[in-house]
């Protein structure tokens, strides 16, 4: 006597009356479409994990230049500065949404909060520091398509006048 127990397992009785379990030939899952249902979802499965791999793709994050904790200076702008001996590390993070990209503006005005982030710091000491290089400027960019936000994060060195 055979019973389908789940629409998967076949219960068979023994001798004694103990049901004992069996797996039924993949003919007969074919048959009940139990191994056709399971190829449509692994291949939904890998479909899905594809698309999400490619979204993760999508997006670019400019490089970290510090460790340190930032400060928020604006709706678009936060920092980090490191002192030293002989001047100070200032490392500055920029983001702003555009609907159309455009790096160029992001990354003048992420130079441009730098630089005056880097002289409001310097008289907040009461020292001067020296001109900063523009071609010392490192600088990285980022953008991620699927919100809109270019970012930038720029480093650079200020020396304190002797």
Avoid at 31 to 57: C, E, F, H, K, S
Avoid at 102 to 118: M, P, Q, R
Avoid at 149 to 156: E, G, P
């Amino acid at each position: 006597m055979q019973q389908a127990l789940n629409g998967i397992y076949v219960a068979k009785l023994d001798n004694s009356g103990n049901p004992c379990f069996t797996i039924p030939h993949s003919k007969d899952l074919k048959t009940r479409g139990i191994v056709n249902n399971w190829l449509y979802w692994r291949n939904y499965m890998r479909t899905l994990l594809l698309i999400i791999v490619l979204l993760g793709l999508g997006c670019a994050t400019p490089m970290k230049y510090t460790n340190s904790t930032f400060t928020t200076y604006d709706k678009n702008t936060e920092y980090a500065i490191d002192p030293m001996d002989d001047g100070f590390s200032i490392t500055v993070y920029y983001s702003r949404y555009q609907f159309f990209p455009e790096s160029d503006a992001v990354a003048v005005a992420c130079k441009s909060a730098l630089t005056a982030l880097a002289y409001d710091y310097a008289d907040k000491n009461n020292k001067k520091i020296q001109t900063i290089n523009e071609q010392r400027i490192k600088i990285s960019m980022g953008r991620n398509d699927f919100s809109g936000i270019t970012s930038c994060s720029a480093n650079a060195l200020a020396q304190w006048q002797k």
